[in-house]
């Protein structure tokens, strides 16, 4: 069974820093790209917001969070990451980790496939 359990998330001021952890299981983590996605409030869809290959050579991001957010991963420790840095009010959200999410233009459907962890709250406030 898979099974994704986020933590990392809290409260931090506008310019703080969080790193997300996910902790992965019942699959071959080493062999599976993974994915971060976030739910704002009020929001019905998840953002999709960095996908990392299976060996972490690739990476990619929504344009909202390049050059502040970088996702990694420990394939010896079956944990996916996300470094959130300079972290702005608009950042609040639900951050999920997932496998295989189906996604379109950022936009990703948990209806359609994939697996998601419980998520974790980030909230950006001062």
């Known amino acids: 069974e898979v099974q994704l359990v986020e933590s990392g998330g809290g409260l931090v001021q506008p310019g703080g820093s969080l790193r997300l952890s996910c902790a992965a299981s019942?699959?071959?983590?080493?062999?599976?790209?993974m994915t971060w996605v976030r739910r704002v409030p009020g929001k019905t869809v998840d953002e999709w917001v960095s996908?990392?290959?299976?060996?972490?050579?690739?990476?990619y991001y929504v344009d909202s969070v390049k050059g502040r957010f970088t996702i990694s991963r420990d394939n010896a420790k079956n944990t996916l990451y996300l470094k959130l840095n300079s972290l702005k009010t608009e950042d609040t959200a639900m951050y999920y980790c997932?496998?295989?999410?189906?996604?379109?233009?950022?936009?990703?459907?948990?209806?359609?496939?994939?697996?998601w962890g419980q998520g974790t709250q980030v909230t950006v406030s001062s």
């Open positions: 997932a496998k295989e999410p189906y996604c379109s233009h950022n936009l990703c459907y948990r209806n359609v496939r994939g697996y």
């Open positions: 019942g699959f071959t983590f080493s062999s599976a790209p």
């Open positions: 996908s990392i290959d299976s060996d972490g050579s690739t990476t």
